[in-house]
T-cell receptor, first 114, second 112 residues
């Protein structure tokens, strides 16, 4: 399967702990996006990369959140000092830019903060 | 700033009936418009997209959408739905940065 891969698929953690999610995009894609989706809502944009450069960060991305894409391949999203409000599905997507806007999404990483 | 409004949070419909899922957008620049579908426990999949050209766009699984610039709408339609169409449908807009702004989604529930 050469689609977008996300790990872990599920993560349960206690408030205050740090968590890290990994995303492996489609190999030839130069753009990588992170979104967050809560129950009953559409995906909310968090940040995106073109190759290794982080081009935009949403105001939703507080200082506790950091994303990296070293070498322009896989990406990690780290959440420090997790809060219950961080509980959500974290979605990763990739695209080949300029590509007419089709993003290819992974199945997501579900975070539950107790 | 761009935004998307999906007025219907849920749309119940019987199998083989037609369906329309509504989407209105707001943008100060030219936009690209998309419909994505999310089946349970699966990632989002692209149904169709409007970039330019013909305002009637056909997608996968028999869905189509019409771009209406004067009404800032991009409604999704299917003439005859199947049980397998039960899913969450998201309308999205972008301004050619490939960054998508999504609506809150419409849950389509198809009953036998």
């Amino acid at each position: 399967d050469t689609g977008v891969s996300q790990n872990p698929r599920h993560k349960i953690t206690k408030r205050g702990q740090n968590v890290t999610f990994r995303c492996d995009p489609i190999s030839e894609h130069n753009r990588l996006y992170w979104y967050r989706q809560t129950l009953g809502q559409g995906p909310e944009f968090l940040t995106y990369f073109q190759n290794e450069a982080q081009l935009e960060k949403s105001r939703l991305l507080s200082d506790r959140f950091s994303a990296e894409r070293p070498k322009g391949s896989f990406s990690t999203l780290e959440i420090q000092r997790t809060e219950q409000g961080d509980s959500a599905m974290y979605l990763c997507a990739s695209s080949l830019a300029p590509g007419g806007g089709e993003l290819f999404f992974g199945e997501g990483s579900r975070l539950t903060v107790l | 700033a761009q935004s998307v409004t999906q007025l219907d949070s849920q749309v119940p419909v019987f199998e083989e009936a037609p369906v329309e899922l509504r989407c209105n957008y707001s943008s100060s620049v030219s936009v690209y418009l998309f419909w994505y579908v999310q089946y349970p426990n699966q990632g989002l999949q692209l149904l169709l997209k409007y970039l330019s050209g013909s305002t009637l766009v056909k997608g996968i699984n028999g869905f189509e959408a019409e771009f209406n610039k004067s009404q800032t709408s991009f409604h999704l339609r299917k003439p005859s739905v199947h049980i397998s169409d039960t899913a969450e449908y998201f309308c999205a807009v972008s301004d050619n940065t490939d960054k998508l702004i999504f609506g809150t989604g419409t849950r389509l529930q198809v009953f036998p």
